[in-house]
């Protein structure tokens, strides 16, 4: 099924990618709304199975298996609202990007 995410605004994406945590990681996470949040969408303070790595010999192996994180997760969504070229756009991400690991 394919899905044009080209469309899909800002809210959306955001709610998209807590249900998409809450999906693949549980739903021991914290979600946050709009607002002052410090840009997260998501986080979680404790144990998260690493999703299996392929050609690292553990990729048949089930979540339960998997090797464990253990920390702080932020899950993080950008949006833009019109698009560019694909240099453009990724020169944009990769500055938004930028300034939060420079906070």
């Known amino acids: 099924m394919e899905y044009d995410l ?32 410090g840009g997260r969408e998501w986080t979680f303070n404790g144990e998260l199975p690493l999703p299996p790595v392929q050609g690292l010999g553990n990729a048949n192996l089930p979540l339960s298996g998997a090797p464990q994180w253990d920390g702080y997760t932020v899950a993080q969504v950008k949006h833009k609202e019109f698009l560019e070229g694909s240099r453009e756009n990724i020169s944009w991400l990769l500055q938004q990007i930028q300034r939060e690991v420079n906070c």
Do not use: H, K, W, Y
């Open 6 to 37: 080209v469309r899909i605004g800002p809210n959306q994406l955001e709610n998209m990618a807590v249900a998409l945590c809450n999906a693949q990681l549980g739903v021991g996470g914290v979600s946050f709304g709009r607002g002052r949040d």
